[in-house]
């Protein structure tokens, strides 16, 4: 049966393994770079970022010293018997996860610029809900969002005569003016829609997809592959020593749009793209993205 205490350890959990152990689409990505990669400097690079995954899963510690912004997806439904609980529960586990495993605190006052010191503050960690009607189950993703890949996102409302080719050239001179800074090979994702906060919101949501799965509508795809292309001449390379891969992957998601608007939003996520996902069904915890935390102790 789902208690409180269960679920707020299985966040803890959850928060472990993002920022110990990459989920297996991002170290496979990490692979075929290495392999695909064709600069000496650059592969010198993938292989420390490699041997850099294997000490952290070896010795439980967070693989980068970044462990980011604590963000939240939670897709629950009407019926989840903890709805109005799981604010708390999140926020109470996202501090208990600072202390244990331990993550770097990241969360500074806005004014007075103090560090609270658990990773909670003002709207911290951040929590974005989809309520699914007729359902008692929930599934929640947790994001580790570092600074460095912040660099690169932005929004920005174009004219609708400069069209996809224009949304497209803004993602890329995005990457492309943000350099090294944003820890390539990157994980990209785009968002092109009616407004500001939406193309953020879908470009968040393209983020979040597994690597190397494609927009269901094959125009999108296409451009994604063009766009995955066009990051990669740019040729940063891994931590920007030069080279064929810049980036790992590239989704772009669309909404219809107001006929005098282009909206697009550009988010990056660092080679280090820490993400867990579990889902809660029948009083049950299944750790979709890293099972064997249903048996390893934190």
């Not at 995005?174 to 470009?203: H, Q, R, W, Y």
């Not at 094959?218 to 451009?223: D, R, V, W």
């Not at 550009?266 to 809660?280: D, K, N």
Request: hydrophobic letters at 45%.
């Amino acid at each position: 049966m789902l208690s409180v205490d269960l679920l707020k350890n299985s966040i803890v959990k959850l928060l472990y393994a993002a920022a110990i152990y990459l989920p297996a689409d991002v170290k496979d990505s990490l692979r075929r770079a290495y392999e695909a990669e064709e600069s000496s400097h650059a592969r010198l690079m993938l292989k420390a970022i490699l041997d850099n995954v294997e000490i952290a899963e070896r010795e439980r510690r967070p693989i980068c010293q970044d462990t980011g912004v604590i963000m939240f997806y939670v897709r629950a439904g009407e019926k989840f018997p903890m709805l109005g609980r799981l604010p708390r529960i999140l926020r109470e586990a996202a501090a208990e996860a600072t202390k244990k495993i331990p993550l770097r605190p990241n969360a500074v006052d806005i004014i007075t610029e103090k560090n609270s010191g658990d990773n909670t503050g003002d709207h911290i960690p951040w929590i974005s809900w989809e309520i699914a009607p007729e359902s008692d189950e929930a599934e929640i993703t947790v994001l580790l969002k570092g600074g460095g890949s912040e660099a690169a996102s932005m929004a920005k409302v174009i004219s609708p005569a400069q069209g996809l080719s224009g949304a497209l050239k803004l993602a890329l001179d995005s990457v492309f003016e943000a350099g090294p800074k944003i820890c390539p090979p990157i994980f990209l994702g785009v968002g092109i829609g009616a407004t500001a906060d939406i193309a953020m919101n879908l470009a968040k949501k393209a983020l979040l997809r597994k690597a190397g799965e494609r927009n269901p509508r094959a125009e999108i795809a296409e451009l994604e592959e063009k766009l995955l292309k066009a990051v990669n001449a740019l040729g940063w390379g891994a931590h920007g020593v030069g080279g064929k891969i810049t980036a790992l992957d590239a989704r772009i998601e669309v909404s219809h749009r107001h006929p005098a608007t282009l909206a697009v939003g550009v988010l990056v996520g660092c080679w280090a793209f820490r993400y867990s996902t579990l889902r809660i069904a029948g009083g049950e915890v299944d750790f979709i993205t890293h099972r064997f935390l249903g048996k390893e102790e934190v």
